[in-house]
């Protein structure tokens, strides 16, 4: 089946630095979600992005579909951005249930 | 804008008891899905659920899970006798399109089984 792989596995930000988060899948996908896992263990939808770029906010991300790529980009990191980030990939034929990357635990400090 | 809900946010169980976890998915969707998340893990795939009928399980689903749509409005997963091991969050999911449409995540319910 598909794979899924994020990088890095953690970062650690001061407030106020940007950083770059990437997910790479290992066969071509019809869309692409990123979802913020809060404290509280909640998953956040940030964006649907098959291909393209959108933004939201401090928040944009990139899919590079031919070449099995995303990217999210974090914009002037603050405290309440810390958490987890997952992509994830709906798997081929079936009911597109979605595969999940490692994820990327991010730490931002004041 | 509306959302996915899910009861109960916390529940802590005896191993062997039988747990009902309930969802609310949105009015119009079609699609269903349960996600578990072993702690400090990935988010794995359960079961997919469309026309009242499961439509793909995963490996983990097993005789001691099952799924209802009892209502037209409630989606539930229970488990049956449960193991040390199924203690996890469980997220209900729900979309409207198949292939072309966002999975929209409830905020999890956290199974602690003791």
């Known amino acids: 089946g598909i794979q899924v792989e994020q990088s890095p596995p953690d970062l650690i930000l001061q407030e106020g630095a940007n950083s770059t988060l990437r997910c790479n899948f290992s066969?071509?996908?019809?869309?692409l979600q990123w979802f913020h896992q809060n404290p509280w263990g909640q998953l956040i939808n940030l964006f649907y992005?098959?291909?393209g770029t959108k933004q939201n906010g401090r928040l944009s991300a990139t899919t590079v579909a031919t070449e099995r790529y995303s990217l999210l980009y974090i914009s002037s990191s603050q405290t309440t951005d810390s958490g987890v980030y997952f992509c994830a990939v709906p798997s081929s034929g079936g009911y597109n249930k979605l595969i999940f990357g490692a994820g990327t635990r991010l730490a931002v400090h004041p | 804008e509306p959302e996915v809900t899910q009861t109960p946010s916390h529940q802590v169980t005896q191993m062997g008891q039988e747990v009902i976890l309930r969802c609310v998915p949105i009015?119009?969707?079609?699609?269903f899905y349960w996600y578990r998340q072993i702690l400090g893990q990935k988010v794995e795939f359960l079961v997919s659920?469309?026309?009242?009928?499961?439509?793909?399980k995963s490996e983990i689903f097993d005789d001691q899970f099952s799924v209802e749509r009892p209502d037209g409005s409630n989606f539930t997963l229970k488990i049956r006798s449960t193991k040390l091991e199924d203690s996890a969050m469980y997220f209900c999911?729900?979309?409207?399109?198949?292939?072309?449409?966002?999975?929209?995540f409830g905020p999890g319910t956290r199974l602690t089984v003791l």
């Open positions: 009015s119009n969707h079609l699609y």
């Open positions: 659920f469309y026309n009242n009928e499961i439509s793909e």
């Open positions: 992005i098959p291909s």
């Open positions: 999911a729900s979309r409207y399109l198949l292939t072309t449409d966002t999975q929209y």
């Open positions: 066969d071509s996908v019809n869309n």
